[in-house]
């Protein structure tokens, strides 16, 4: 997941019924993909987010806002690193 922070106030629309963000350990594993100028949240708010959720992070540079609206269409690495995560859960 790369996340936005909903909460800032640089967010640019309505997040309503997206706060508060929750800021407890997933019952699951997960990962949190962060670009390193994302307009939608820090590295250091996404990095929060992994250690609050207890995911593993991955930064990947500047990416902007990992989304459609940032030209991500197809995106084979990072369909890689979803086969690598599942490949780790599945030891």
């Given amino acids: 997941m790369a996340p936005s922070d909903v909460e800032a106030a640089s967010y640019p629309i309505d997040a309503n ?3 508060p963000i929750p800021m407890a350990r997933l019952p699951f ?3 949190v993909v962060a670009s390193t100028n994302d307009e939608y949240v820090t590295r250091e708010r996404a990095r929060a987010f992994a250690d609050a959720w207890g995911s593993r992070y991955l930064e990947i540079g500047d990416a902007g806002h990992v989304n459609a609206d ?16 599942l490949a780790q859960l599945r030891g």
């Fill in 29 to 31: 594993p997960s990962i």
């Fill in 70 to 85: 940032s030209g991500y269409g197809d995106w084979p690495e990072g369909e890689r690193m979803l086969q690598d995560f």
């Fill in 17 to 19: 019924g997206f706060t």
